[in-house]
């Protein structure tokens, strides 16, 4: 039973009330992207999209922390309002922007085309928020500190506010992170590319995928994690040995004495 299905269990025994399965998204595909990537792209939105729908109908109490350097722990902050942006993109200074243009090649002429003009879904962000309603303050030895502190917010779009006084220096932090997830097809690699900002602590990951590697054991162990329950996303993602590996590398070690001494 993947997470999907454990969520509309879940929303069932809340409400009562069954969740209708969306729609499909359009079939039809421009020829000058690759065929198999926009396959991959459009499942991914289509569970997304229901995805977003189950838990944003339920009441999911995920706590989150996120250290700030040279300031602390930002801790127990409530992740919530998921949203889905069709054709959106990622700006590394801005957040998510809307109606993403693409260059491409007609006749002897470079257009731009806006992507939310297109009928198919071309490249996604996925995101959420962790806040709490209520201002952190931190108390450090010296204004050297806090400002650093300060820019280390400002580099991750955390706002803040300092207080210097003669015997101590406050910053009061804005407890509010955005999360991102943003897929988008990589020609040049020919997978399907995965930037995660913001998730388990501030900057992002970047992943890339080859396109058989999309399919319901990815998407729902990418569900779990991002709902924080135990998953296998990092391991189908090649970041952690599986734990069969690990056992057979024990097992050799453990005959092998040569293996020990490496």
Not at 1 to 6: A, H
Not at 176 to 203: C, E, I, T, W
Request: charged residues 35%; negative net charge.
């Amino acid at each position: 039973m993947g997470i999907l299905d454990d969520l509309k269990k879940e929303l069932e025994k809340s409400t009562q009330i069954g969740v209708r399965p969306d729609e499909k998204a359009a079939d039809t595909k421009p020829q000058e992207v690759d065929q198999e990537l926009l396959v991959r792209i459009d499942d991914l939105y289509s569970y997304f999209e229901e995805f977003t729908k189950l838990v944003n109908s339920l009441d999911q109490k995920i706590l989150v922390d996120y250290d700030l350097e040279h300031l602390g722990k930002l801790a127990n902050l409530y992740q919530g309002e998921y949203k889905l942006h069709r054709n959106a993109m990622l700006d590394p200074g801005r957040g998510i922007l809307q109606a993403a243009e693409q260059t491409r090649s007609i006749g002897d002429h470079l257009v731009k085309i806006r992507l939310d003009d297109e009928d198919l879904v071309q490249q996604f962000v996925f995101s959420f928020s962790c806040r709490s309603d209520h201002p952190r303050s931190f108390v450090v030895r010296n204004l050297d500190v806090a400002l650093a502190g300060q820019k280390y917010c400002q580099l991750h779009n955390v706002a803040t506010k300092l207080d210097s006084r003669r015997d101590k220096v406050t910053i009061t932090v804005t407890p509010l992170v955005h999360v991102y997830y943003f897929f988008r097809p990589d020609p040049q690699k020919k997978a399907v590319s995965l930037n995660v900002r913001n998730m388990d602590g501030f900057g992002t990951m970047i992943y890339s995928y080859d396109p058989e590697r999309i399919d319901s054991e990815f998407m729902d162990e990418l569900g779990k994690y991002i709902l924080r329950r135990p998953n296998r996303f990092r391991e189908l993602s090649g970041f952690e040995m599986p734990e069969e590996l690990r056992q057979k590398l024990r097992e050799k070690l453990g005959r092998d004495p040569r293996g020990k001494e490496e």
